[in-house]
């Protein structure tokens, strides 16, 4: 491969008519096309369920459906058909623009539909009850024509009452913080605790119908004067709908010190409602989730099993949840003794650990438990109430979350009380505590020496979780009675795994959104491209098997997955400083993601949507000087004192947005808009650093790869978002841009000094090489196809192909294009989807050859794996299972999207 001038730039149509000469030479349709692309996607498109079953009891759905660059205009209307053609009602809103002004991302919420649904230009149909916002006051009233919110906004309720008709289901809705200020381990602690009361400092009506109504919640729990744990939550309500969805995000900011008892533990954490009941206490009804769709179905005062028998139908009538005849009518021996049948007022369900919950009741307070049975993996579903009403309640991802629990107490009385506890307060404390002392690690140089045998990079301090967060989702139902035992059913599924509706993936390939062209339908219509079709079955399946075998599992750990894999051990590395959880190196939610937006496959959804919770969240800071900042990968998810851009890299979460439409995820990405700021505070390079540098606003350096990549995701991100901040993140964009294009080495520059005020890189005086193997796996190459789609900038674009040209040639090659070669670089393989990528933009046959080259015979996986698990059990191993010795999950990763993009860009030009 010859080298290219670096000032011998190709004219943009002299580019484009190579890439679409290339690319037919190729035998696809054309360079600006994505291959594999069914349709234009410009016309109607079929909407379906991810899983079987349709809406079933969920309120409603909302579903982003992407469109091509100048298809619809701003003020598009939407209107949506079932099968049979009958309107159903839709409500419709911008998620993203093209820079034209044109659509590129719509939302859609309904509130009603099975089965597949089709969206088409046109007038959209009003639902038949309509819902209303409606301010009186201090409150806000969201009624969805069946149920009504009364939502309060100030002081310590939340939700003040929930009617249906004119029958009050539920009342006094309110988050419950319990502070345990000491962790004692003796066996003779003393345990004590403080409540402290979820109070509202704003409410928010983002949307106020006429399908979907959403209201922001904002505050913080509090005890006295003392504030900790802020809350941003959601309620969602739809059309028609009997129930609503609770989203709900806490904050971190309390204080734990390692090595000292002292601080601010979560003993417990959560929602609680207070239901009136109205009906005799035999005609009251318990139910609470088992294992799948299993559910204890119980009455306060139970006339079932008795010595002396009421009568068949009486008893079947009370299991069925309907109300009892008059009991003038039973057998009389069990009527004048009622008053001796016990009334069972409290119920805990508690969920400990990923494999097993307990289940007990009692009669009331200051009596003893007693056990009601138990199981492996409860729903996290229960209802309280009877013929006259009652609230179903639900806590998603409830044992995958861990330790969780369900509490119904005083259900014997006139108003029971729910807790749906996000936090058990019969686990142990919540331990956040950093996990070691630090073994003399004072120094930098004593650092890096650490970080050369555990691969963790420790600094005194920075192991710290002040301004983690994380989401949990709520589902609640005003019902008008006991709910048949189908119908409930319904209700736990909807718990259980949230209804989604889905854009087909010949919609998402054919808009040519997330880097046109990168990412294609599976296709299996040659051996080779059979093999890597089964090569990516077998990652995803083996990942999704080890989160079961090695239950990653918890509050703090669900969606994230474990770095590298210890073969002598059998086990992966959870306890070897960086080698433990993942977060995000590499991009594995980026994999996650392409592989679901080419198949459409509802279990590489939920994966990737548990990834990108926890990733977004867990693993990143929302609060103090390091809020915008993300966690390197280690044994705690906030350990390692590498705080840096590419952790919270914003691409990571813009898929599950335009997918969904998610307003918190929407919050995290419009939070790192101004993330630059960051590199005041904290050097990423401070520890290995060796010319003089101090942070200065107007001189910060900022690396071209991973740093520029986590920036201008969210700038590109708010500017198609048409955010607050959008007109600035869009200069951002384009000045970045502009500046780093011209820097004397373009990307192989490697960094640049960064000026907060004006946004743009200063031009360097010298040609440097500072090339990383780093510097384009956190997602550079897909951003950079997305903006070398969405601007018109030639410079930049062949900038770029010379980064993509030369990270993968020879030491010669790099030598003879900048002077010196690259030094030692590895991640060949994963670069191999540089080459390709550039190979199309360019027309370079030999960049198209090399693709294949690296992707096939470098590093990272071969043809010749064993691409298989073995078996491992004991006692070689705590849990039977299977083991892939040879994975890994950067190489994992890097393969995985190699293999998607290489395929989509270069699949029928393979060896």
């Not at 598009?76 to 820079?99: E, I, M, N």
């Not at 808009?511 to 062209?517: C, D, N, W």
């Not at 960094?751 to 510097?775: K, W």
């Not at 030639?794 to 020879?810: K, L, S, W």
Request: net charge negative.
């Amino acid at each position: 491969m010859s080298p290219i001038p670096r000032r011998s730039l190709l004219k943009a149509a002299a580019v484009a008519g190579a890439a679409a000469q290339f690319s037919r030479a190729l035998g696809s349709r054309d360079a600006t096309a994505a291959p594999g692309a069914g349709s234009s996607g410009d016309g109607p498109v079929t909407l379906d369920w991810l899983e079987d079953g349709g809406l079933g009891a969920a309120p409603g759905s909302t579903v982003g459906v992407p469109w091509p660059k100048g298809v619809h205009r701003d003020d598009q209307t939407f209107a949506l058909t079932d099968a049979d053609g009958r309107a159903v009602p839709v409500q419709s809103w911008p998620l993203a623009h093209w820079p034209d002004g044109s659509l590129k991302w719509t939302a859609h919420a309904v509130s009603s539909g099975t089965g597949k649904l089709t969206l088409t230009t046109g007038t959209p149909a009003a639902p038949r009850k309509k819902i209303t916002v409606d301010r009186r006051g201090g409150t806000i009233d969201v009624s969805t024509g069946v149920i009504t919110a009364r939502i309060a906004q100030s002081g310590a309720t939340l939700v003040e009452s929930v009617t249906r008709g004119s029958t009050e289901i539920a009342r006094n809705g309110r988050l419950v913080l319990l502070r345990q200020p000491e962790y004692e381990d003796g066996d003779q602690a003393t345990v004590r605790t403080e409540r402290f009361d979820g109070t509202v400092d704003e409410v928010t009506v983002e949307q106020t119908g006429p399908v979907r109504a959403v209201v922001r919640v904002d505050g913080t729990h509090r005890k006295g004067r003392r504030g900790l744990l802020p809350f941003s939550l959601r309620l969602y309500f739809y059309a028609g709908a009997d129930s609503f969805r609770m989203v709900h995000t806490v904050t971190y900011d309390g204080k734990q010190e390692p090595g000292r008892a002292s601080g601010d533990f979560v003993r417990g954490l959560g929602v609680r409602f207070t239901v009136p009941l109205r009906d005799e206490s035999y005609d009251r009804h318990i139910r609470i989730g088992g294992e799948g769709t299993g559910l204890l179905r119980e009455a306060v005062k139970g006339i079932t099993g008795l010595r002396r028998d009421p009568g068949a139908a009486v008893q079947a009538a009370q299991f069925a949840g309907e109300k009892l005849p008059d009991p003038a009518t039973w057998d009389q021996r069990v009527t004048t003794r009622l008053q001796y049948i016990p009334e069972w007022g409290d119920y805990t369900l508690s969920q400990l650990s990923a494999d097993g919950f307990t289940l007990r009741k009692r009669t009331r307070k200051g009596y003893g438990w007693i056990g009601a049975g138990g199981g492996r993996r409860a729903s996290g579903f229960g209802y309280v109430g009877g013929a006259g009403g009652g609230l179903s309640f639900g806590l998603r991802d409830f044992w995958e979350k861990h330790p969780a629990q369900l509490d119904i107490r005083d259900a014997h009385t006139d108003a029971a009380e729910v807790t749906l506890w996000l936090w058990s307060p019969e686990a142990q404390p919540m331990d956040l505590r950093f996990y070691h002392d630090g073994m003399g690690q004072d120094t930098f140089p004593e650092q890096l020496e650490g970080l050369n045998i555990t691969y963790e990079d420790y600094e005194p301090g920075f192991g710290t979780p002040h301004g983690i967060a994380r989401t949990s989702e709520l589902l609640f139902w005003a019902n008008g009675s006991t709910p048949s035992a189908e119908e409930l059913a319904r209700q736990v599924e909807a718990v259980r795994v949230l209804p989604q509706l889905a854009a087909p993936p010949g919609q998402l390939i054919g808009a040519g959104v997330f880097g046109r062209g990168l990412f294609a339908a599976p296709d299996r219509s040659t051996p080779a491209k059979a093999r890597i079709e089964d090569h990516l079955d077998f990652l995803f399946t083996y990942y999704k098997d080890q989160v079961e075998q090695r239950r990653w599992y918890g509050f703090w750990d669900y969606g994230d997955i474990m770095h590298t894999y210890d073969t002598a051990r059998h086990q992966w590395r959870y306890d070897v400083g960086g080698y433990a959880w993942d977060n995000s190196e590499l991009s594995p939610d980026l994999w996650l993601w392409y592989a679901y937006l080419r198949s459409g496959r509802a279990d590489i959804f939920r994966f990737a949507e548990a990834m990108t919770r926890h990733t977004g969240e867990v693993d990143v800071y929302h609060l103090g000087k390091w809020a915008g900042l993300g966690t390197r990968h280690g044994v705690q998810h906030f350990a390692d004192s590498a705080k840096q851009q590419r952790i919270a890299n914003t691409t990571y979460r813009r898929y599950y947005y335009f997918l969904t439409g998610d307003e918190r995820v929407g919050d995290l990405m419009h939070a790192h808009v101004d993330s630059d700021e960051t590199f005041l505070v904290l050097d990423p390079l401070r520890k290995i650093r060796t010319e003089p540098y101090t942070p200065d606003r107007h001189a910060l350096s900022v690396g071209f790869g991973t740093d520029w990549s986590g920036l201008v995701s969210a700038w590109l991100t708010e500017w198609e978002r048409r955010g607050p901040k959008w007109e600035k993140a869009k200069a951002r964009v384009l000045s970045t841009m502009e500046t780093i294009a011209a820097q004397p080495n373009g990307f192989v520059q490697g960094t640049g000094l960064y000026d907060l005020d004006t946004g743009r890189f200063a031009i360097a005086e010298e040609p440097v090489v500072g090339v990383s193997h780093l510097s384009a796996v956190f997602g550079l190459n897909e951003l950079c196809a997305e903006l070398i789609d969405l601007v018109d900038m030639p410079a930049f674009n062949e900038a770029y192909y010379d980064y993509c040209r030369y990270f993968n040639a020879t030491k010669a090659e790099q030598a003879a294009r900048y002077g010196s070669d690259f030094g030692s670089l590895i991640l060949f393989q994963g670069h191999s989807r540089l080459d390709a990528y550039a190979a199309v933009q360019t027309g370079d046959e030999e960049l198209a050859r090399r693709a294949w080259e690296k992707f096939y015979g470098s590093d990272g996986y071969r043809e010749s794996a064993p691409w298989r698990t073995e078996k491992v059990t004991g006692p070689t191993a705590l849990v039977a299972g299977s083991e892939a010795a040879w994975v890994s999950t950067n190489d994992t990763a890097l393969y995985g999207l190699a293999a998607i993009e290489n395929l989509a860009l270069l699949g029928d030009r393979m060896p």
